[in-house]
């Protein structure tokens, strides 16, 4: 059975608003129209990305007392580096 991601008790603001996930969307926008030309999309296992993306994180991770935990991720079809970017975000 597939997990289901809860949605947020509030509303999600507009994209061009000057909100903490409004910052975040463009930050990931801006990623993803940056690699769009430059890069070919391929299978990318999301379980090396995240560990990549907690690898770059380890410091921070550890001086905060931090932990991730997370369910089994699929295999998407992406660029390994600018997933891993969006997760590192």
């Not at 995240?50 to 770059?56: I, K, P, T, V, Y």
Request: without cysteine; negative net charge.
């Amino acid at each position: 059975m597939a997990a289901s991601i809860p949605r947020p008790p509030y509303p999600r603001p507009h994209p061009g608003g000057s909100g903490e996930h409004a910052i975040a969307a463009r930050r990931h926008g801006g990623l993803l129209a940056a690699s769009a030309g430059d890069r070919q999309s391929a299978p990318a296992d999301m379980e090396a990305v995240l560990s990549q993306a907690l690898l770059l994180t380890d410091k921070q991770m550890t001086e905060r007392g931090a932990s991730v935990t997370h369910d089994p991720l699929p295999a998407v079809t992406g660029d390994f580096e600018i997933l891993t970017k969006v997760l590192h975000i």
